[in-house]
Nanobody
Framework: QVQLVESGGGLVQAGGSLRLSCAAS????????VGWFRRAPGAEREFVTS???????YYADSVKGRFTIFRDNVKNTVYLQMSSLKPEDTAVYYC?????????????????WGQGTQVTVSS
């Protein structure tokens, strides 16, 4: 089973940028759909963005125009580029994957999860 490791989280000021990475153990990560989700303190886990195994993408309205998901198949990594960050983007960010999946928005569509990485945006 593929394993996922997120990295790139940290503390950033509002208006700043961060790039999160989701590195996979599978050499065929290009065949996986990957989703990014986040959980803010006291809140439910929510969808952020996803990319299908055929590279179609989908974004939550709250991040559209500010976040970009893309993959590097050579590095078996999917990235989440976050710009114009806001304090409300503060959360633990998780990546999830499913073999030959669609760019799904539901957590139930993914069967492999990373451990999460903390993103904190200060005002």
């Amino acid at each position: 089973q593929v394993q996922l490791v997120e990295s790139g989280g940290g503390l950033v000021q509002a208006g700043g940028s961060l790039r999160l990475s989701c590195a996979a153990s599978a050499r065929t990560f290009s065949n996986y759909a990957v989703g990014w989700f986040r959980r803010a303190p006291g809140a439910e886990r929510e969808f952020v963005t996803s990319i299908s195994w055929s590279d179609s993408t989908y974004y939550a309205d709250s991040v559209k125009g500010r976040f970009t998901i893309f993959r590097d198949n050579v590095k078996n990594t999917v990235y989440l580029q976050m710009s114009s960050l806001k304090p409300e983007d503060t959360a633990v960010y998780y990546c999830a994957a499913r073999f030959r999946g669609a760019a799904a928005v539901s957590t139930t569509e993914y069967n492999v999860w990373g451990q999460g990485t903390q993103v904190t945006v200060s005002s």
